[in-house]
T-cell receptor
Framework: GNSVTQMEGPVTLSEEAFLTINCTYT??????LFWYVQYPGEGLQLLLK?????DKGSNKGFEATYRKETTSFHLEKGSVQVSDSAVYFC???????????FGKGTRLHILP | NAGVTQTPKFRVLKTGQSMTLLCAQD?????MYWYRQDPGMGLRLIHY???????AKGEVPDGYNVSRLKKQNFLLGLESAAPSQTSVYFC????????????????FGEGSRLTVL
């Protein structure tokens, strides 16, 4: 079945550091891929998405490229801020399934 | 712009009590979902619905029941609460992306924190 694997946290970085959170997936079809972010005490919200191979999703300085050859969708940001501290979830949506599959989440701490 | 609204936001139950969580969305979405979130476990799907009058089991359905009598509402019931059901519950709704025909962006409520003593 479909699955999403993302790096375990917590990840702790200093402000202005470069961020990468790895995400790989397995899917039988051609899924859409998402990154969601959850700020403390809130529900999840969509950060960015990509619907086909080689697409790049971007938002708020974050980027992720849909790599079909490596089945990956790694999240990157060039210079993180304290306000980026949150839990990040990688997810996929497959044509053959009505459900969205989530990874376990990666907690990010940014130190000032 | 309400989006997805969950009630109640907090609840404390004793073992064996019953309760219902209500999720309401005003975006006319077909798909609705109930998840639970526990430390270190990420999000786990309990039940979902792809339209009014339909429901389906997710990853962890035992001990829960759901109903979707109206398109905008999705109810999650606990018939006999157990301490293992202490969690934060999230409702979400979505529409099908017309181009890819996959489930599109999920819109989440703010969560309902349930404690079972």
């Amino acid at each position: 079945g479909n699955s999403v694997t993302q790096m375990e946290g917590p990840v702790t970085l200093s402000e202005e550091a470069f961020l990468t959170i790895n995400c790989t997936y397995t899917a039988t079809g051609y899924p859409s891929l998402f990154w969601y972010v959850q700020y403390p005490g809130e529900g999840l919200q969509l950060l960015l998405k990509a619907t086909k191979a080689d697409d790049k999703g971007s938002n708020k300085g974050f980027e992720a490229t849909y790599r079909k050859e490596t089945t990956s969708f790694h999240l990157e940001k060039g210079s993180v801020q304290v306000s980026d501290s949150a839990v990040y979830f990688c997810a996929l949506s497959d044509l053959r399934d009505d459900k969205i599959i989530f990874g376990k989440g990666t907690r990010l701490h940014i130190l000032p | 712009n309400a989006g997805v609204t969950q009630t109640p936001k907090f609840r404390v139950l004793k073992t064996g009590q019953s309760m219902t969580l209500l999720c309401a969305q005003d975006m006319n979405h077909e798909y609705m979902y109930w998840y639970r979130q526990d430390p270190g476990m990420g999000l786990r799907l309990i039940h979902y619905s792809v339209g009014e009058g339909t429901t389906a089991k997710g990853e962890v359905p035992d001990g829960y029941n759901v109903s979707r009598l109206k398109k905008q509402n999705f109810l999650l019931g606990l018939e006999s609460a157990a301490p293992s059901q202490t969690s934060v519950y999230f409702c979400a709704s979505a529409e099908v992306e017309p181009v890819t025909e996959t489930t599109g962006e999920l819109f989440f409520g703010e969560g309902s924190r349930l404690t079972v003593l």
